[in-house]
């Protein structure tokens, strides 16, 4: 089992920055490729971002490439997304999730890849 709790959400205007950082327990965090998705009000939810175990390959959804930037610290067990240039469209719950291994290719796009999920954060962005 895997356990994932987000951190960093909150109110920003448009044109401001946040972080939003995702800590993992309970397998090696190294060996897990990592990923974020956001659901809007009265929305489905989309894939953001999606990073593979080693760090090496990132993947972005067209409308946050540009100004979005995943990461991740092996050593801290943490993933990161930075948030740059927000749009009040990007207000969404962002959520963290996991395929539980190390999992390549563009089925990182898809959330039947992910195994895991974290609880959410609230991102607002006001115009």
């Known amino acids: 089992q895997v356990q994932l709790v987000e951190s960093g959400g909150g109110l920003v205007q448009a044109g401001g920055s946040l972080g939003l950082s995702c800590a993992a327990s309970?397998?090696?965090?190294?060996?897990?490729?990592m990923g974020w998705f956001r659901q809007a009000p009265g929305k489905e939810r989309e894939f953001v971002s999606a990073?593979?175990?080693?760090?090496?390959?990132?993947r972005y959804t067209d409308s946050v490439k540009g100004r979005f930037t995943i990461s991740r610290d092996n050593a801290k067990n943490t993933v990161f997304l930075q948030m740059n240039s927000l749009k009040p469209e990007d207000t969404a719950v962002y959520y963290c999730?996991?395929?539980?291994?190390?999992?390549?290719?563009?089925?990182?796009?898809?959330?039947?890849?992910?195994?895991?999920w974290g609880q959410g954060t609230q991102v607002t962005v006001s115009s």
């Open positions: 999730a996991t395929t539980g291994g190390p999992t390549a290719g563009p089925i990182l796009q898809r959330q039947s890849a992910y195994k895991y």
């Open positions: 309970g397998r090696t965090f190294s060996s897990m490729s």
């Open positions: 990073i593979s175990w080693t760090g090496v390959t990132t």
